[in-house]
């Protein structure tokens, strides 16, 4: 019985190794949104420098994607939503171009304070907006922005529909409304996450969560009303900017690592994060002067420290006494990462005092 034990852990840990993160293209500039149109994928590349962002696309089908610019000279623009033929995206305006001109002519709507996020529901296209959440009916002559949600604390950076819920998400939460209410209001789904939320995406019921300075992905079952997140993966190619299912994939914009990626067969994911037990269930004491300790770890594992910036600042191997000394670190918060063989990834917050 140990053997065949032994045997299932090993090839669920194959098939997990074989159907993970594929970069799709690289040297990009910051891509931060993306929308799908059969086999094309439009990306906005929000750059580092102002008048230097554009919107570019590839074709998902071509073995090596090259990017093709449509727009360039814009302002920082940070999201993109596919409405019928036209590409709707996000400055300090926002604006559309239909995307099969041969030479695509911009076409403003409306000034908007520069929205972190779009996403269409019908004919309604929702808009961040600093604490608040509007919606425009695309199919007006002149469309009027309308405020649904306000008097949030944080802008909203990321949707995601499941059936007539809007999820949303804002700081280190995500919440929800019903979009066929006629005053909807906020319900809270889960706060005080480990870091802020910046893409989130349904799949099969879930609900997959990207924090991108960490970077982490955590998925929460919408079926079943859960209130405790599911650890994923740490993706190892990219932030988690940006969410995008299409298929049975996860297609990630990888943000300041320049790269669109993907994480695929995410039917087989699933099935082996279910499969798997955690490496370990507590770090204490926390915070901590100089030395943490991670409690039930049942095996050696490799470790990496992130700071809330994202940069790696120790590394190295963790043997099962699970002792940590991050003495020479500055004090702040940290995150602790520990993968192994043929246990469950996980990622623990940690506190320098």
């Given at each position: 019985m140990r053997n065949l034990s032994t045997l299932v852990a090993l090839c669920l840990c194959v098939v997990k190794g074989i159907s993970q993160e594929n970069v799709i293209i690289n040297g990009l500039?910051?891509?931060?949104?993306?929308?799908?149109?059969?086999?094309?994928?439009?990306?906005?590349?929000?750059?580092?420098?102002?008048?230097?962002?554009?919107?570019?696309?590839?074709?998902?089908t071509d073995a090596s994607p090259v990017a093709a610019q449509l727009i360039t000279g814009?302002?920082?623009?940070?999201?993109?939503?596919?409405?019928?033929?036209?590409?709707?995206?996000?400055?300090?305006?926002?604006?559309?171009?239909?995307?099969?001109?041969?030479?695509?002519?911009?076409?403003?709507?409306?000034?908007?304070?520069?929205?972190?996020?779009?996403?269409l529901v019908g004919n309604y296209l929702y808009v961040s907006g600093e604490t608040s959440i509007h919606r425009l009916d695309v199919t007006a002559s002149t469309p009027v922005l309308t405020t649904v949600i306000s008097g949030l604390t944080s802008r909203t950076l990321a949707f995601a529909l499941d059936g007539d819920e809007l999820y949303?998400?804002?700081?280190?939460?995500?919440?929800?409304?019903?979009?066929?209410?006629?005053?909807?209001?906020?319900?809270?789904?889960?706060?005080?996450?480990?870091?802020?939320v910046y893409a989130l995406a349904i799949y099969d019921q879930k609900l997959f969560?990207?924090?991108?300075?960490?970077?982490?992905?955590?998925?929460?079952?919408?079926?079943?009303?859960?209130s405790?997140?599911?650890?994923?993966?740490?993706?190892?190619?990219?932030?988690?900017?940006?969410?995008l299912v299409i298929g049975d994939d996860l297609y990630v914009a990888g943000g300041t690592g320049n790269s669109i990626y993907k994480i695929e067969d995410l039917p087989t994911l699933l099935s082996v994060e279910e499969s798997q037990p955690f490496m370990a269930t507590k770090v204490y004491p926390n915070p901590t002067d100089d030395i943490v300790q991670l409690m039930g770890?049942?095996?050696?594992?490799?470790?990496?420290?992130?700071?809330?910036?994202?940069?790696?600042?120790?590394?190295?191997?963790?043997?099962?006494?699970?002792?940590?000394?991050?003495?020479?670190?500055?004090?702040?918060?940290y995150y602790l990462r520990l993968k192994g063989a043929s246990l469950k990834a996980q990622t623990f917050k940690i506190v320098k005092k």
């Open positions: 500039n910051n891509p931060l949104g993306i929308a799908v149109n059969g086999d094309e994928l439009f990306i906005c590349e929000h750059h580092t420098t102002a008048s230097m962002g554009s919107i570019s696309k590839i074709n998902l814009l302002t920082y623009p940070r999201a993109v939503a596919m409405v019928g033929d036209e590409l709707y995206y996000a400055t300090n305006y926002l604006s559309k171009f239909n995307i099969n001109d041969a030479t695509p002519t911009p076409q403003q709507i409306m000034p908007v304070y520069p929205p972190r996020a779009l996403f949303f998400a804002y700081s280190n939460r995500v919440s929800k409304f019903n979009v066929t209410d006629a005053n909807p209001v906020e319900e809270v789904v889960i706060s005080n996450l480990e870091g802020n969560i990207g924090m991108s300075l960490i970077p982490k992905i955590v998925t929460l079952d919408v079926e079943n009303g859960a405790q997140v599911e650890f994923f993966m740490t993706p190892t190619v990219g932030n988690t900017v940006n969410f770890l049942t095996e050696s594992c490799n470790y990496d420290i992130v700071n809330t910036l994202g940069t790696k600042v120790k590394q190295g191997l963790l043997d099962r006494n699970g002792t940590l000394d991050i003495n020479q670190l500055s004090a702040g918060i």
